[in-house]
């Protein structure tokens, strides 16, 4: 049996997944991204083959994706998370045709059409309509950001905000706490802002359904269904919405590692990079 990993190093967190020739998932591992990331992809990836009863001799190709996929001395190759991404929800989704994928320090419009990215749009420039946004509104008053979603659900009376911008955002609501305005009702408003914001920007690819969400941002429910009814389309989620990315490069990884062998060339001698993966213990 063959194996495969595809290794996504985002800006919060790091996925990894194994899949076997047959493109079953053996595994999958989630870890925080830090500073070094040659030694977090090491630790991730050895915890990983540790999880699912391999060795790095098992593996036949590792694929990194991700804004820190060149930092991975082992990877037999990288794709972009624009290209992972697809791969990896249209092999849960057959039918997709749009994914939003928010992550900690970006959020992207991906579409696609029999599987193939067609088009696509992303905002890396500002916090707004990231995890990282809700993050710092978190922080500021003394919250976790899974309790943000769970106050907003509870909302019967949404208050509109006006700034889209993180700054001034986290500012107003400091000003209509400050105000007495119930927190839930904040929130609920703070929620419909951001989804406004990821809707003009993929509504630029133009939306058609299946409409996937992905990126840790996608296990917010209140966020989900803000963007529901904003694009007024009914939104999927997988049921572990960090891993699409790498699915999709452990995916890729298996089709070049094919392709390598159908032009009768040998695949690397994983033996040979131990040294390599093991460069910052």
Known sequence: MMYFI???????????????????????????????HRRLANIVVNQSLEQAGLCLNDISYVVSTG??????????CQFTEIKCHAEGVCKLFPQAATIIDI???????????????I??????????????????????????????A?????SENKVAMNHICSVFAAQEVMTKMAKGIKLEDIMAGLHQSMATRICNMVNRIGVQDEVIMTGGVAKN??????????????????EEPFITGALGAALLGKKKAFEELKAGRQLAKREMRLGEVHLYD
């Not at 076997?20 to 989630?30: A, K, P, R, S």
């Not at 992550?103 to 990215?117: A, L």
């Not at 890396?124 to 950001?145: N, Q, S, Y």
């Not at 769970?150 to 509870?154: N, R, T, V």
């Open 150 to 154: 769970d106050l907003a659900l509870k």
């Open 67 to 76: 804004y820190g996929r060149v930092n991975v001395p082992f990877a037999d």
């Open 103 to 117: 992550g900690g320090q970006d959020s992207k419009g991906i579409r696609v059409r029999d599987g193939k990215v």
């Open 221 to 238: 429910k209140a966020l989900r269904n803000e963007i529901a009814a904003c694009l007024n389309k009914k939104i999927q989620c997988p």
């Open 6 to 36: 595809g290794l996504d190093i985002g800006s919060s967190m790091t996925k990894v997944v194994i899949v076997d020739e047959n493109e079953t998932i053996v595994t999958h591992f989630l870890g925080q991204t830090g500073a070094e």
């Open 119 to 148: 088009n696509f749009v992303m905002n890396d420039k500002c916090a707004a309509g990231t995890g990282r946004f809700l993050e710092i509104v978190a922080d500021m008053i003394g919250l976790e950001v899974s309790e943000l």
